[in-house]
């Protein structure tokens, strides 16, 4: 297959007008920077928190509607051991959303904290929020890799372009207007963005529905005809494993930064609740079409296309099918169209990482631990390094021999098991500390790792019953992250309470009490001017 000339330009077009949207947004920061004197930081991470309700629904959408959203849900349909029924991700984006409007926009929003990392530090301490720091940017990190992942696969196969060109012009792309513009570039882009996927990804359904190769979904849901039925099934034993799934890629989003930092840059919290129940109503709808372009490659009897026989699934390319199936069922053209929707999805997902973890890094670590007396200028320049950083570290990982999937479920379980119940506990929980915090952290960390992870070849120590073998490595039905999730909630509180009872009694001595759990911070509100208003709360 000779390089695709007409695709390679219709990429670069559309990579030129996100770049000129980024640079004019960077531009328009500036601007309302000086207009408005206010400080670098708070505009470059939180847009000044003046992004507009519109605008905010526009980016709240865009980030979860990302490469590894689209080429995921795909896979996932078409995957004969899977199907349908595993494809949860637009609906877990939906639950995600409404509990997160319900519960965590207002409380966030109101102390107006600049990341979720906040009210552990002002609690917690600089200590401990450092330690916890690692969990949320190793999942940016993590979501990084997923998403540029889903865009160089897709491209190498229709383009015919070497996987590293299309994965670092896409990374330069993106971490070029994320440093020059902030949120600011972030929101902006995200709105010709998620306009892109919609039409691009609606244009392709016709031209997949009316390919010659390919029967009626209909016939196929339930019945054999290629493949496994493509609704899939749910057995006694994988019911768990469904529930644990959905739990993880629903509630589990609550603990990745991205989320709270489009409620925290909201205008007022009552704009930051409704962000999350537009997105809830808006997310899956962009979900339909790659359920429908996996169910329509199920469906295909892929001897009579171009792609020949055995069939992707036989030959390891299930991650790949969304690329195979617009490039052997849909004209050239229409598979170029494709590339633009996998494209804008990757580019409104990976700014939004890289910005989160630039925000932690910049806000919670070097601000508040490294550099105390840091200028508005250092900052400046410590936020666009912080975006160069992330962006070459996750770019990088792209290259491991892992598939889309794989890196986006270990960036969920680590937001799900590390820091749902860390959040839960420090907003939630007035007897929550340091100690319980550490405690519950390591333990969380230290299950999952024992319960082993068939994606990323992790042996599994503890075995829960009900699992089974493959490729040599037991497989848990057991719902092992929901187990290790609590098992980490639960430590927190237990140990959190039996520190401030050992120290309050005298059972250890005052010395040994390094988180101070006697006069210990709780995050209220917040003043006019930013600062923290800290509460001390006398223990029992």
Same mark, same amino acid.
């Given at each position: ?272 609740? =409704?962000?999350?129940?537009? /997105? ?7 979900? $339909?079409?790659? !359920?429908? *372009? @996996? &169910? %329509? #490659? ?21 991650? =790949?099918?969304?690329?195979? /199936? ?7 053209? $229409?598979?170029? !169209?494709? *590339? @633009? &929707? %996998? #494209? ?43 975006? %160069? ?152």
């Amino acid at each position: 297959m000779a390089l695709n000339v007409p695709g390679l330009i219709a990429t670069i077009v559309f990579y030129l007008l996100v770049l000129g949207i980024g640079i004019w947004a960077s531009i328009k920061s500036k601007r309302d920077e000086t207009q408005t004197q206010a400080a670098h930081a708070d505009m470059a991470l939180l847009g000044d928190r003046k992004i507009s309700l519109v605008v905010g629904i526009f980016t709240t959408t865009a980030t979860w509607v990302g490469g590894t959203f689209i080429i995921g849900t795909a896979e996932t349909v078409y995957d004969p051991k899977l199907g349908l029924i595993w494809a949860v991700m637009p609906v877990a984006a939906t639950v995600a959303f409404i509990v997160g409007g319900l519960f965590f926009a207002v409380p966030m929003r109101e102390r107006k904290f600049v990341t979720m990392m906040d009210p552990f530090q002002i609690k917690y301490g600089n200590k401990m929020s450092a330690l916890l720091s690692m969990a949320p940017l190793m999942s940016e990190i993590v979501w990084i890799t997923s998403t540029l992942i889903s865009l160089g696969v897709t491209m190498s196969v229709i383009l015919d372009l070497s996987y590293a060109i299309c994965i670092w012009i896409s990374a330069g792309v993106a971490i070029t207007y994320t440093l020059l513009g902030g949120l600011y570039s972030v929101a902006y882009t995200d709105i010709i963005q998620l306009v892109l996927i919609f039409i691009t990804s609606w244009l392709c359904i016709p031209f997949i529905f009316t390919n010659q190769s390919s029967v009626d979904i209909t016939t196929t849901s339930f019945n054999g005809t290629f493949q496994p039925p493509w609704v899939g099934s749910l057995t006694g034993t994988t019911a768990w494993r469904w529930l644990d799934t959905f739990l993880l890629l629903s509630i589990g989003d609550i603990g990745f930064q991205d989320f709270h930092q489009r409620t925290l840059s909201a205008s007022s919290s009552y704009t930051a609740k =409704l962000r999350c129940y537009a /997105a809830a109503f808006l997310i899956p709808t962009f979900g $339909i079409p790659p !359920v429908l *372009i @996996g &169910a %329509v #490659a199920a469906s295909t009897d892929w001897n009579q296309t171009t792609y020949g026989l055995p069939p992707p699934h036989e030959r390891g390319q299930t991650g =790949l099918i969304l690329p195979l /199936a617009l490039q052997h069922l849909t004209p050239p053209f $229409i598979s170029v !169209v494709g *590339i @633009g &929707a %996998v #494209a804008a999805a990757v580019m409104s997902s990976t700014d939004s990482a890289l910005l989160s973890a630039a925000s932690i890094f910049s806000s919670n670590i070097y601000r508040k631990i490294l550099r105390t007396k840091a200028s508005e200028n250092e900052m400046r320049w410590v936020i666009r390094a912080s975006v %160069v950083l992330f962006g070459l570290a996750g770019t990088s990982l792209s290259f491991l021999h892992a598939g889309v999937m794989a890196f986006w479920i270990l960036g969920g379980e680590i937001a799900y098991i590390l820091m749902l119940p860390q959040l839960v506990a420090v907003l939630f929980f007035p007897v929550s500390n340091g100690y319980g915090s550490a405690a519950g952290f390591l333990l969380g960390m230290f299950l999952r790792l024992m319960c082993g992870e068939l994606l990323l070849g992790i042996p599994a120590v503890i075995m829960f019953p009900g699992g089974v073998m493959e490729d040599g490595l037991y497989v848990q039905n057991a719902p092992v992250n929901s187990i290790c999730m609590l098992s980490s909630f639960i430590c927190i509180l237990i140990v959190s309470a039996l520190m401030v009872a050992l120290f309050n009694r005298n059972l250890l001595p005052e010395k040994w009490d390094v988180f101070k759990v006697k006069t210990q911070k709780r995050p209220t509100q917040f003043q006019n001017d930013g600062t923290n208003e800290l509460m001390l709360e006398p223990k029992c």
